[in-house]
């Protein structure tokens, strides 16, 4: 006999990357699991909310022991509410908060652009469908996919300026200064035990900005490809508590910016990362966190990218989420 658990959905993690676009990642106490990074496929329970927080904390590696303004370290939050408006339909809405740190002691901290997001939910039994409303056991074993798109506005401040009053550097703003578009896809595969697999993948691009002392900068497109295996190792069913331990790798291909339309210096690149991972699934609350560290990286100009993507010592991933 089959047991009906749909609107058992809860948890969400969100992909953090370089400018800071999220996509979503959902699991519940019963069936498939869901990782810390990589893109789940599952919608929200129709008529639900969902609260979500997320911090992204890097640490990067320096080249001189001097207090020189590199990099030292990242510290990204992620506040985001979620609806789902019909149970093959989701859409979000993201506020990010960053913090970036330099050796030296200057700091920058603000608000960044806003973000929003659309998911269709499918699943593919004998033909693709919408994804249902109610599942049982065997019907959450079938392969879910989900398409998802995701739009940012330029909230942020892209011209911030140090004291002498000259413009810091684009990556040190807290906004694009223009609108960002990024489309993606996700699979999932429950196979009724303890494992599931997850797979996404993604593409990201930014539209080019004229700052204020006249300086055109496009932002290099990004591409992410990432894939999970999640094992469910601990549960009290009675207690509606879970345990799940995840591995995952991370693969992220940034394209070179753009300065007045020349290829700009010390951008760009592609990484490998290896992110291992925990979660706890609490009735409608779940936590994860987990570590998230570059194994494999090339840079374009690998000597002078300092704090950038790969030049982490370590990313320290925390989530938390709940649904009501």
Excluded at 8 to 19: E, F, K, T, Y
Aim: charged letters at 20%.
């Amino acid at each position: 006999m089959k047991k009906v658990l749909g609107g058992s959905l809860l948890a969400c993690a969100a992909a953090w990357g370089h400018h800071g676009v999220p996509s979503i990642s959902l699991t519940g106490v019963d069936g498939p699991g869901a990782p810390l990074e990589t893109t789940s496929s599952s919608t929200l329970p129709e008529g639900s909310f969902l609260g979500y927080l997320k911090l992204d904390h890097a640490k990067y590696k320096t080249y001189t022991s001097a207090r020189d303004g590199e990099m030292d370290r990242t510290d990204y939050w992620l506040y985001g509410l979620g609806y789902g408006a019909t149970p093959y339909l989701s859409a979000y809405v993201f506020m990010p908060y960053y913090t970036k740190a330099l050796d030296d002691s200057t700091m920058v901290s603000g608000f960044h652009d806003v973000n929003f997001q659309v998911v269709l939910g499918l699943v593919y039994d004998e033909g693709f469908k919408l994804a249902r409303k109610n599942e049982s056991l065997d019907d959450m074993e079938d392969w879910h996919f989900t398409i998802f798109a995701n739009g940012t506005l330029p909230t942020g401040n892209s011209e911030r300026k140090d004291a002498g009053g000259a413009l810091i550097d684009p990556g040190m703003q807290t906004g694009f200064g223009e609108p960002s578009l990024m489309v993606g896809a996700s699979m999932t595969k429950w196979f009724g035990n303890a494992f599931t697999f997850v797979g996404d993948c993604s593409y990201n691009t930014f539209f080019e900005h004229t700052y204020d002392d006249g300086t055109k900068l496009r932002f290099g497109d990004e591409y992410r490809v990432n894939g999970a295996v999640t094992a469910r190792v601990y549960e009290v069913p009675k207690s509606r508590l879970r345990v799940d331990a995840s591995l995952e790798a991370n693969y992220l291909y940034l394209g070179r910016d753009e300065e007045d339309g020349v290829g700009a210096e010390a951008t760009g690149g592609s990484i490998l990362y290896t992110t291992p991972s925990l979660r706890l699934t609490y009735k409608t609350i779940s936590a994860a966190m987990g570590v998230k560290l570059p194994t494999a990286t090339d840079l374009n100009e690998e000597d002078l990218q300092q704090g950038s993507e790969g030049k982490e010592r370590y990313r320290f991933i925390f989530t938390f989420s709940t649904l009501f």
